[in-house]
């Protein structure tokens, strides 16, 4: 993992990107968010578990159609079943020593 601070390369709305083996984020004091960083370490294994270029297949299949389904991009978002299993686990700074192969498949 290679962390980056790169507000140019992420959304204004966006606090950090991963691109594996890259976590990029937009502002310089995101470096000591231990819950921000846990929520791109959980793509960093999602991405390794997918062989990273299927992950963004599925990612962006998952997000077309929460986007049909639901007309807001945002909603669509956040029913990714990445980001929920992100979302869901990145308080929880050990989950990733105890998390299992796939686990992003309970959120799908």
Known sequence: ????????????????????????????SDRNNAVLLNHEKIHIRQQLEMLVLPFFVIYLTEFLIGYVKYRNWQLAYKNISFEREAYANEKDLHYLKQRSFWRFLKYY
């Open 1 to 28: 993992m290679i962390v980056i601070v790169f507000k140019y390369l992420t959304p204004k709305w966006v606090r950090g990107i991963t691109l594996f083996p890259f976590i990029v984020l937009s502002e310089k």
